[in-house]
């Protein structure tokens, strides 16, 4: 087993980062040739998926998030905490934190089209991130 954290920036709600290329370099170094790859973001916030790293599939994605947990409405987090994230909440929730990826011959068995993404879903500018990345 080979574990590393990949830590990064994002400039807030709506962000989407390809970990993709950092993730393979984490699969390159833990010398695994065939296993699997777990990733886990770190935060109650922010979500990782695959998806089609492309402007307009990110924006229909932003655009599918934004009508499931839309701003402007009450939430009961933001009427208790006062900090105004409880869509952001919402939609972490929905996507989820964690990924598995098949490795094989030493590489993610994603398609050609499907990246390894981090979404921001929290409502501050910006925010440090890590993604606990594990290999077995």
């Known amino acids: 087993m080979y574990q590393r954290t ?14 993709s290329v950092d993730v393979a370099a984490v699969v390159d170094e833990s010398g695994v ?24 599939v990110l924006e229909d ?25 409880g869509r952001s909440h919402l939609k972490a929730a929905l996507i989820g934190p964690s990924l ?7 590489r993610l068995m994603t398609g050609h089209w499907q990246q390894i993404v981090l979404l ?9 991130r890590s993604v606990v990345v594990t290999v077995f």
Do not use: K
């Not at 990949?6 to 970990?19: A, F, P, Q, R």
């Not at 994605?61 to 994230?85: C, E, F, K, V």
């Not at 921001?120 to 440090?128: A, P």
């Open 6 to 19: 990949i830590l990064l920036s994002t400039s807030g709600e709506g962000t989407v980062i390809d970990l």
């Open 33 to 56: 040739s065939d296993g699997l790859v777990s990733l886990f973001a770190v935060g109650s916030t922010v979500a990782l998926t695959t998806i089609e790293y492309e402007p307009g």
């Open 61 to 85: 994605l932003r655009d599918a998030l934004a009508r499931i947990a839309p701003a402007g409405i009450s939430y009961a987090h933001d009427r208790a905490w006062g900090d105004g994230n």
């Open 100 to 106: 598995m990826v098949p490795v094989s011959g030493g």
């Open 120 to 128: 921001e879903l929290d409502t501050r500018q910006s925010r440090e």
